[in-house]
Structure formats: C-alpha cells, structure tokens
C-alpha cells in the first residue's frame, strides 16, 4: 500500500482543487508560496483521476467522494486533504488513516448560518408567511 512517508520529491508542491469556492486569496497564496496549483471548476470523477497523479495536497468538496481508488490515483505522494465542510462523509477516513494522511475540515463554519435559518424559519410559520405569500400570489 502507498504510503506518503515513502515518497521524496524535489518538485513544488502540487494542489489540485475541486472546490470552486475556494477563496482567491487562498488560491493566491498557495501560487505565491512556490505551489503548482490546479483547480477543477467542475470537477467530475473521471476529471479528477486525470489530473490527481502525484499531488502532494487535496482541497475536496461534496458531493465528490474520495474513495480509496481516488486516493490509489493519486499516488504517494499525497500528504493532507482539507475540504470546505463541516462534515466528512464524503471522505473515506479510514483509507486516509491507513495511508497517514492528515485531514482539515471546518466544523463550526455553518453554525450561525443554520442557527439563523431555525430563527427565519420559525417567525415565518407563526407569522404564517406562506399562506400570506399564497393569498397575495392568488389576487395579484
């Protein structure tokens, strides 16, 4: 099994980034920083195994998952996987475990967000926002 502790390279780091919401300004510094940066705006399975040979670090989203032939793919090389989500099961951690492959994630980014929503959500059923809506809809 490839393990990254038994791969050297003298190569620039290489990034490949299926999140097309990563952050430009985090995209600038990995490039600013000596990174080979590739970024997949649409990325498919098939499109990732194309591009995912001997990267040193992923940025992985939902609904992608990175399974054990992806991570077969990418070679040795490989070192962390950060994904913009709270959760992770879209990610196999055993496989990432088993290889030493660190992960980031980040938990607590929605929790205002949904906090917020469970506010909106309960003033607009005892404000019975949508039968109003429905009324206004039906004589406009």
């Not at 490949?16 to 649409?42: A, F, M, W």
């Not at 995912?52 to 490989?78: H, Q, R």
């Not at 929605?110 to 039906?138: C, S």
Request: net charge positive; charged share 25%.
């Amino acid at each position: 099994m490839a393990n990254a502790k038994n791969c050297t390279t003298n190569k620039p780091p290489k990034v490949l980034i299926i999140e097309p919401t990563t952050p430009r300004s985090g995209i600038d510094y990995l490039k600013e920083h000596g990174c080979q940066v590739i970024q997949l705006e649409k990325a498919t399975e098939e499109e990732v195994l194309k591009h995912i040979a001997d990267v040193d670090a992923l940025f992985w989203a939902p609904p992608l998952k990175l399974t054990k032939p992806v991570l077969d793919a990418a070679g040795c090389n490989m070192k962390t996987v950060a994904t913009l989500s709270a959760g992770y099961n879209h990610i196999d951690i055993d496989e990432l475990k088993k290889r030493g492959i660190k992960l980031g994630n980040t938990p607590r980014v929605l929790d205002a967000a949904v906090a917020d929503l469970g506010v909106v959500l309960a003033l607009a059923a005892a404000r019975r926002l949508h039968e109003g809506r429905l009324k206004i809809e039906k004589y406009v």
